[in-house]
């Protein structure tokens, strides 16, 4: 990627996540720019990650080529309207990482004419194991698709979306999605306490046990069921945990959760008047 200024604002979990991802992935912490409303936060960022930062999101607009929304989408809208009069003499181009917030709101604060990708991401850009989707508006000429996919694709994978609602499922299956794996693993490493394991042990033994599954699910060509049943002796223990899982609910309690975030994310855009 010819190196280009990116800028967020708002330096929060998902920007910390993303910042991490470009400079380990080789870009120039100088070539970062990062707003924030806490000064903690940016000092934090300064000395840790030595990115350039600002207190005023001007600053970040002005000295950046690709400027990053990652506020939540509660403050879009305030962030969008105060940075659209600095964006009518510049050309570059804007990403929104906000849960919900869609393409027709976004132009209306920011200007009908700014180029605008959407797209969702997740917090494994940080090991450069990300998950991103990406959808442009009208206005993204290639030059711009290229340059976004660059960025995100330099802390992942990256695929586009041409029906922007379709980002609303990949925000419940892809977005959320580490904090359910985080969970199952919370609960694995609770239960392994209660029958005795020590903390450490435990951890360690989940840690490399997610791992391994996802490394043979990313280079196997079968299907997760299929994985499954090579590790399931007939009359054996995964088999007893297995039905237990499903006899609770398992797989319908997974749908309900994924239609719940989806359901949220087009909600908060509706509560936000921002659809
Ligand atoms: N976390 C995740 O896994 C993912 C998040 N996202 C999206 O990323 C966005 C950010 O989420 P996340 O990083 O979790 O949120 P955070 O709250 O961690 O980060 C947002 C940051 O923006 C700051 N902020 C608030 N108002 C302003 C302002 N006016 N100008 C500049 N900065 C401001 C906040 O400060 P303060 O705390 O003081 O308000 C905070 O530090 C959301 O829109 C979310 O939907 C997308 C994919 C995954
Ligand atoms: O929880 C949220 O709303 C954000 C969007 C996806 C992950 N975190």
Same mark, same amino acid.
């Given at each position: 990627m010819k190196t280009k200024t990116i800028?967020?604002?708002?330096?929060?979990?998902?920007?910390?996540?993303?910042?991490?991802?470009l400079i380990a992935s080789g870009h120039s912490p100088?070539?970062?720019?990062?707003? *924030?409303?806490? /000064? &903690? +936060?940016?000092?934090?960022? $300064?000395?840790?990650?030595h990115v350039n930062t600002a207190r005023d999101n001007a600053t970040v607009v002005n000295e950046a080529e690709v400027v990053v929304l990652a506020i939540k989408p509660q403050v879009l809208r305030e962030v969008a309207l105060e940075i659209a009069p600095l964006l009518k003499h510049k050309h570059g181009l804007?990403?929104?990482?906000?849960?919900?917030?869609?393409?027709?709101?976004?132009?209306?604060?920011?200007?009908?004419?700014?180029?605008?990708?959407?797209?969702?991401?997740?917090?494994?850009?940080?090991v450069l194991t990300g998950a991103t989707a990406l959808h442009a508006n009208a206005n993204v000429n290639d030059e711009q698709k290229d340059l976004a996919e660059n960025i995100l694709?330099?802390?992942?994978?990256?695929?586009?979306? *041409?029906?922007? /609602? &379709? +980002?609303?499922?990949?925000? $419940?299956?892809?977005?959320?999605?580490?904090?359910?794996f985080f969970l199952l693993?919370?609960?694995?490493?609770?239960?392994?306490?209660?029958?005795?394991?020590?903390?450490?042990?435990?951890?360690?033994l989940i840690q490399q046990t997610a791992l391994g599954?996802?490394?043979i699910a990313l280079e196997s060509a079968d299907s997760p069921a299929q994985l499954r049943a090579r590790v399931t002796s007939p009359g054996g223990t995964t088999q007893r945990a297995v039905e237990t899982f499903q006899q609770g609910g398992f797989e319908a309690l997974v749908s309900k959760a994924l239609h719940a975030?989806?359901?949220r994310s087009v909600e908060m855009a509706k509560q936000l008047g921002a659809d």
């Open positions: 800028g967020f604002i708002g330096g929060g979990n998902m920007a910390t996540s993303l910042i991490r991802g100088r070539q970062i720019w990062v707003s *924030d409303t806490s /000064a &903690e +936060l940016l000092n934090a960022h $300064a000395d840790q990650l804007m990403v929104s990482i906000a849960a919900g917030i869609g393409q027709r709101s976004l132009a209306l604060w920011l200007g009908g004419d700014t180029a605008i990708v959407r797209c969702m991401p997740n917090t494994p850009a940080l694709r330099a802390v992942g994978l990256t695929l586009w979306v *041409d029906d922007e /609602a &379709e +980002l609303d499922t990949v925000t $419940a299956v892809s977005g959320s999605g580490p904090a359910y693993m919370e609960a694995m490493e609770a239960a392994a306490l209660q029958m005795g394991l020590d903390e450490r042990s435990a951890r360690l599954a996802a490394k975030a989806r359901d």
